[in-house]
């Protein structure tokens, strides 16, 4: 039997990739896999509910300026080397396939050290520092777009030949999904799956006005929930903090509202119309550029979080809601970005790794 590990966690754009990897290799009798993440971070329960193998390590982050969380964060990466040291001698891996993010640095450590055959994933337009770290050594680096736009990072930094478009694996959830049928027009907003405090700030100032049309949904994180549960209840407005049953609020959706992660694989691969707002402190300004991609397709509208006013962007969702032709457009653009079978390539590419 072959054995895989599979890293990476933290957010939703990392963790659910690896769900649909490991779920489509489940009915494969020659292939055990396991998941390697954080010990503290979503993908432990994630896991324990899908019943999907997973152990957790410590993990830190490593910050560009001051902050004692560093010195404490420095242990962290020291104990969870320590961990996936043993643990790489004792599942022995015959692959690696990492998501990359602070999470994923222990094993990827030492899979070049044990020389174990390794595959990364990036789902972002700009590579990650760990990825690119990563990329020194993988035998292939998937990318979740076409790879003209890693064009400037493999001159300097990536080895071009190693790169293969694959897209973003999605959970099988979104393959199942049947037609939403919706009594009212309905906006899904969501900050990605740790919020979004300003985001969150501006629909608070508008939703008195949407709800008057629209049914709306809004994924406001963890932190927030408990404050904006409060401050505003209306039948057409749900607040939720943290859903696994996003594929089918987004299918149901005229219109989302996000960040641009990982998510607008999920969008692009149901066709929907969408309003693009970066994450200004997203590493490297990758989300930025992520959707200025799908802008200049006019796969979204992709406005920027500095000087957005409430006034703005309630303006620009009406015009949106109201327009249906515009909004079938974009849709219609974004579902060029799909790659279908995202899942069958990446896991064609394990067995041609793993020799099975």
């Known amino acids: 039997m072959k054995k895989v590990?599979?890293?990476?966690?933290?957010?939703?754009?990392?963790?659910?990739?690896?769900?649909?990897?490991?779920?489509?290799l489940r009915s494969?009798?020659?292939?055990?896999?396991?998941?390697?993440?954080?010990?503290?971070?979503?993908?432990?329960?994630?896991?324990?509910?899908?019943?999907?193998?997973f152990k957790g390590i410590f993990t830190g982050k490593r910050r560009n300026y001051f902050s004692f969380s560093n010195l404490?964060?420095?242990?962290?990466?020291?104990?969870?080397?320590?961990?996936?040291?043993?643990?790489?001698?004792?599942?022995?891996?015959?692959l690696i396939f990492s998501k990359g993010g602070y999470v994923a640095f222990p094993i990827i450590f030492w899979a070049k050290r044990f020389n174990i055959p390794l595959i990364v994933h990036e789902s972002d337009s700009i590579?990650?520092?760990?990825?690119?770290?990563?990329?020194?050594?993988?035998?292939?680096?998937?990318?979740?777009f076409p790879i003209e736009y890693y064009k400037e990072q493999t001159i300097q930094k990536i080895p071009f030949n190693k790169l293969v478009y694959t897209g973003i694996p999605l959970r099988?959830?979104?393959?199942?999904?049947?037609?939403?049928k919706n009594e009212k027009p309905t906006i899904l907003i969501t900050g990605g799956s740790q919020g979004a405090a300003k985001l969150n700030s501006l629909i608070l100032e508008i939703v008195p006005e949407l709800v008057k049309k629209y049914e709306i949904y809004h994924l406001v994180g963890k932190n927030d929930f408990e404050e904006i549960k409060e401050k505003f209840q209306n039948e057409n407005y749900k607040v939720i903090d943290f859903s696994e049953n996003m594929p089918e609020l987004m299918n149901k959706?005229?219109?989302?509202?996000?960040?641009?992660?990982?998510?607008?694989?999920?969008?692009?691969?149901?066709?929907?119309a969408s309003i693009l707002i970066p994450l200004p402190t997203a590493h490297m300004d990758h989300q930025t550029k992520n959707a200025q991609i799908y802008a200049d397709k006019n796969a979204a509208v992709m406005l920027t979080e500095k000087g957005l006013t409430a006034s703005s962007l309630l303006s620009i969702i009406n015009h949106l809601m109201e327009d249906n032709g515009f909004r079938e457009l974009i849709g219609h653009h974004a579902k060029e970005f799909a790659v279908e079978d995202?899942?069958?390539?990446?896991?064609?590419?394990l067995f041609e790794n793993l020799e099975v």
């Open 5 to 24: 590990i599979f890293t990476g966690g933290g957010t939703a754009g990392h963790i659910y990739p690896i769900i649909a990897l490991i779920e489509a």
């Open 28 to 53: 494969n009798a020659r292939v055990a896999s396991l998941y390697v993440g954080s010990r503290n971070g979503p993908e432990k329960d994630i896991s324990i509910k899908r019943e999907i193998k």
């Open 72 to 94: 404490i964060d420095m242990f962290k990466i020291f104990f969870g080397l320590i961990q996936a040291y043993f643990l790489l001698k004792s599942f022995k891996p015959d």
């Open 127 to 144: 590579m990650g520092s760990i990825n690119i770290y990563a990329s020194r050594f993988a035998r292939k680096i998937c990318v979740g």
């Open 172 to 180: 099988k959830e979104f393959h199942n999904l049947a037609t939403a």
């Open 253 to 272: 959706s005229d219109l989302i509202i996000s960040r641009a992660g990982s998510t607008i694989a999920e969008i692009s691969f149901l066709g929907k």
């Open 342 to 349: 995202s899942t069958s390539e990446i896991i064609d590419l």
